[in-house]
Nanobody, 111 residues
Framework: VQLQASGGGLVQAGGSLRLSCASS????????MGWYRQAPGKQRMWVAS???????NYADSVKGRFTISRDNAKNTVYLQMNSLKPEDTAVYYC??????WGQGTLVTVSS
């Protein structure tokens, strides 16, 4: 399974970004897709995940601001991030069942 993340960038606090993660390869064994993030000097942390059936879960820190969704026809998972805060600044990684990882995309939120 190969994952290609995109959509990061620089945004002001209160702004929005949408991350995309396109998957290819043998995806039939993947039961969930998710996003993690790693801020400078910190450990990688789980942000959100969505099951093959569409059930979404979120970390408390992003609940109500971020929305994860998937387009199975396009083998793509999205992370819509609204009301961004400076503490959301991190490299965001998409994952397939925490076994396969994308290359990461940098999100920088300025105050």
């Amino acid at each position: 399974v190969q994952l290609q993340a995109s959509g990061g960038g620089l945004v002001q606090a209160g702004g929005s970004l949408r991350l995309s993660c396109a998957s290819s390869g043998s995806t039939f064994s993947i039961d969930y897709m998710g996003w993690y993030r790693q801020a400078p000097g910190k450990q990688r942390m789980w942000v959100a995940s969505i099951s093959s059936g569409g059930v979404a879960n979120y970390a408390d820190s992003v609940k109500g601001r971020f929305t994860i969704s998937r387009d199975n026809a396009k083998n793509t998972v999205y992370l819509q991030m609204n009301s961004l805060k400076p503490e959301d600044t991190a490299v965001y990684y998409c994952t397939a069942s925490a076994r396969y990882w994308g290359q990461g995309t940098l999100v920088t939120v300025s105050s």
